[in-house]
């Protein structure tokens, strides 16, 4: 990561944020507007893995943690205190949807993805799935709304079993969640 400015994260930061997150909800990043302090050698590979400085980092807890005061403005990520604005890397999407359940059939159906960091969101009007095609190979990358601008792209096993429980409306195949129908892809290029 070439011309980064050294950051290290404060110390009084991380524990406040620890406060935060023990008490079970996430902090009100949105309202937060501190001063950029620069890039913080810190990636989130696509498969959802957290790294810092090159080493992934290990400890659950943590990557829980630095996932709540996570950020997307426009098209880059930030890590966001009350006094502190870093830079961070990601790949693709920030989390990875790893499981999900159903419940209900037909348009009262309603899929409840779980992320690798734990979040819970159910997929509907607030939170949309979509489907993007690699232009080269033609491969989907699934993914859903988790949270203000942050998807979660969902995982090839967790996609084959979305595909198993599509259904075809209105020329498309698709999924329905909480009332909304998702398209995946038209009818017609199903063959």
């Excluded at 950051?7 to 935060?20: F, N």
């Excluded at 996430?26 to 790294?51: E, K, Q, S, Y």
Aim: aromatic content about 10%; proline content about 7%.
């Amino acid at each position: 990561m070439s011309g980064q400015k050294a950051v290290r994260p404060d110390a009084q930061s991380i524990a406040a944020l620890a406060r935060a997150a023990s008490k079970g909800g996430l902090p009100p990043v949105h309202l937060w507007n501190p001063p950029f302090c620069g890039d913080l050698d810190m990636r989130i590979a696509r498969d959802g893995t957290w790294f810092y400085q090159g080493t992934p980092i290990g400890r659950p807890g943590l990557v829980r943690l630095f996932s709540t005061i996570l950020r997307k403005d426009g098209e880059k990520y930030f890590l966001v205190t009350p006094v502190e604005k870093v830079g961070i890397t990601v790949d693709d999407a920030p989390f990875v949807a790893v499981d999900f359940e159903v419940s209900g059939e037909g348009e009262a159906q309603v899929l409840r993805f779980e992320t690798n960091v734990g979040d819970h969101v159910e997929a509907g009007p607030q939170a949309p799935l979509r489907v993007v095609k690699d232009p080269e190979t033609g491969e989907p990358s699934p993914y859903v709304l988790v949270r203000a601008n942050l998807e979660a792209l969902i995982d090839r096993k967790s996609f084959y079993r979305l595909v198993d429980i599509g259904v075809h409306h209105d020329g498309w195949f698709g999924l329905w969640s909480a009332g909304e129908f998702f398209r995946v892809i038209r009818s017609e290029e199903l063959g």
